[in-house]
């Protein structure tokens, strides 16, 4: 099965979390974010990483420990070739839908260096024409589930007294399957992706003189390091910036506007099983805007995920404001 597209697919995405923190961590961040945006096939049909960066994202705040779980969601089907549409005929797949379930664990052993883990669920609906290019079309369509690639990750967050800045690094493991009905689902839309190296940092602080606005920035690298069964996934680069206001309240709850810039790549997929390498390259930006809630229990508040562009190939620490 070949693809000739070099981005497909409208990802619609609910972002919604909740977390329970004990130790010495104050009850913390309520995870939530809506995604709209447009993905490529090949890469984001098995990459996270949309998901992984952002305002969103649990920055360590002191020693103890974090329990998470996230639903996060994508649907693609349209198709995108350079920095324009193109026909749905040229693709021979033409709906990949995806349920993201996580349990996560974050715990600092001090104020410089913690663990995390996330395991993730996956349910996957995929719908493929086999008689492409030919007519009449032969729609076939399949649905499984399964357990994701788990990651396991490092934390060091000993650069300031304030733990503004952060450096992540760790291994994604090959937990998943990745050879689920192989006559019909390719390679690069399997939910197993192989082993990767992850490394990310992160740093946020004040902005400006008044003290309710913070700005953060934070990347992740995922590099694949082993082919599994004949195909490697391109490198992944994913960048978030943006801005936020910490200064409404609700009752208990801190309602915290954001504002943030996203940014993807990944480069080709490699190996005699991928299924169109010229066509596994994409790069993206996003905009987000919308509310950021903290709370110990609160209902999930969204921001919304706009494409911007996209082409195809115990402590006396001082605060951090964010």
Not at 28 to 52: D, E, I, N, Q, W
Not at 173 to 196: E, M, S
Not at 305 to 319: D, E, G, L, N, V
Request: a negative charge.
């Amino acid at each position: 099965m070949s693809r000739f597209l070099t981005e497909r697919g409208r990802t619609t995405g609910r972002r919604f979390g909740t977390a329970i923190s004990f130790g010495f961590v104050p009850f913390a961040l309520s995870a939530v974010a809506f995604l709209y945006g447009l993905s490529p096939t090949p890469s984001l049909a098995c990459a996270y990483g949309v998901f992984a960066v952002g305002a969103s994202s649990m920055f360590p705040n002191g020693s103890g420990g974090t329990v998470y779980l996230e639903y996060d969601d994508q649907d693609q089907t349209i198709n995108w070739s350079g920095n324009s549409r193109a026909p749905a005929a040229n693709n021979a797949d033409k709906d990949i839908g995806t349920n993201f379930f996580t349990a996560g664990l974050q715990y600092m052993f001090n104020r410089s260096w913690g663990v995390q883990a996330e395991v993730p669920y996956w349910d996957r609906k995929f719908t493929t024409d086999r008689n492409v290019p030919n007519t009449p079309p032969d729609l076939v369509t399949t649905q499984w589930s399964d357990l994701g690639d788990i990651r396991i990750e490092g934390v060091y967050t000993g650069f300031s007294e304030n733990l503004s800045s952060s450096l992540t690094f760790g291994v994604k493991l090959p937990t998943a399957n990745d050879q689920f009905d192989p006559a019909v689902v390719d390679r690069d839309t399997q939910i197993g992706t192989g082993t990767d190296l992850l490394l990310g940092a992160y740093h946020c602080d004040g902005l400006g003189t008044d003290p309710h606005f913070s700005r953060f920035v934070q990347a992740l690298l995922d590099q694949p390091v082993l082919t599994s069964e004949g195909h490697r996934p391109g490198t992944e680069l994913d960048i978030a910036g943006g801005v936020i206001y910490s200064s409404w309240t609700l009752g208990a709850v801190q309602i915290s506007p954001l504002v943030q810039v996203i940014f993807f790549e990944q480069t080709r997929d490699t190996g005699p099983q991928s299924a169109s390498p010229v066509a596994s390259a994409y790069q993206r930006v996003l905009f987000s805007a919308g509310p950021r809630s903290m709370s110990a229990i609160f209902p999930p508040m969204p921001t919304s995920r706009f494409p911007a562009t996209r082409t195809s190939t115990a402590t006396s620490a001082p605060p951090r404001g964010c």
